[in-house]
């Protein structure tokens, strides 16, 4: 089974700050999600990545394979982006593939303050 | 596209009676899956459905059974409601398991009391 980890739990900063959310997995994936909630809204995803880097306008993924380990950036950060930010992987069912699932983080609360 | 539809938004069931969580997606995906979430828990994997006419069990299955006779539809029932089954509960639709990217219904709000 794969575990997820996610710090921080909490997160509070200033508007225009730059954000760094963690996410670490215990088993090799072929992909990771993160996804963004909003308070008492839906989930979306952000991102699907499998290597490097991806970037959506002030916002940017990263992940490393080898460390098992990936990373959401929030550059000027504003208080629109005040949500739960999820980290999920697949939830392997055995070694060597066949996902079933996701297998999530319990999300980072961040809240931007003007 | 409507993309991926739940009903009810919100739900206050009495301990042991029965409902259906209704789920569509309208993109042709094969794969859907149901999850509820809790505070301090996450998300968490009910059943999941790889096609019509086929289901399993994921990580949190008793209590609650689906079908999936159509590509569309995926329905959850709750066949004898329990207080802790009350939670937020969100269905998931992609072309495949979890290296796909997921789409997510907008939730049902389920209370059990």
């Known amino acids: 089974k794969n575990e997820v980890e996610q710090s921080p739990q909490n997160l509070t900063a200033q508007e225009g700050e730059f954000i760094t959310i963690n996410c670490s997995y215990s088993v090799g994936i072929s992909a990771l999600h993160w996804l963004q909630q909003h308070p008492g809204g839906g989930i979306v995803s952000l991102f699907m990545?499998?290597?490097g880097k991806k970037k959506h306008g002030r916002l940017i993924a990263t992940i490393n394979i080898q460390e098992k380990h990936s990373s959401l950036h929030i550059t000027a950060s504003h208080p629109r982006d005040s949500a739960v930010y999820i980290c999920a992987a697949p939830r392997l069912l055995y070694s060597g593939g066949g996902a079933d699932g996701l297998t999530f983080g319990k999300g980072t609360h961040l809240i931007i303050q003007p | 596209n409507a993309g991926v539809t739940q009903t009810p938004k919100f739900q206050v069931l009495k301990t042991g009676q029965s409902m259906t969580l209704q789920c569509a997606q309208d993109?042709?995906?094969?794969?859907m899956s149901w999850y509820r979430q809790d505070p301090g828990m996450g998300l968490r994997l009910i059943h999941y459905?790889?096609?019509?006419?086929?289901?399993d069990q994921g990580e949190v299955p008793n209590g609650y059974n689906v079908s999936r006779s159509t590509t569309e539809d995926f329905p959850l029932r709750l066949l004898s409601a329990a207080p802790s089954q009350t939670s937020v509960y969100f269905c998931a639709s992609s072309y495949g398991e979890g290296r796909y990217e997921q789409y997510f219904g907008p939730g049902t709000r389920l209370t059990v009391t």
């Open positions: 993109m042709n995906h094969e794969y």
């Open positions: 990545l499998s290597s």
């Open positions: 459905s790889v096609g019509a006419g086929i289901t």
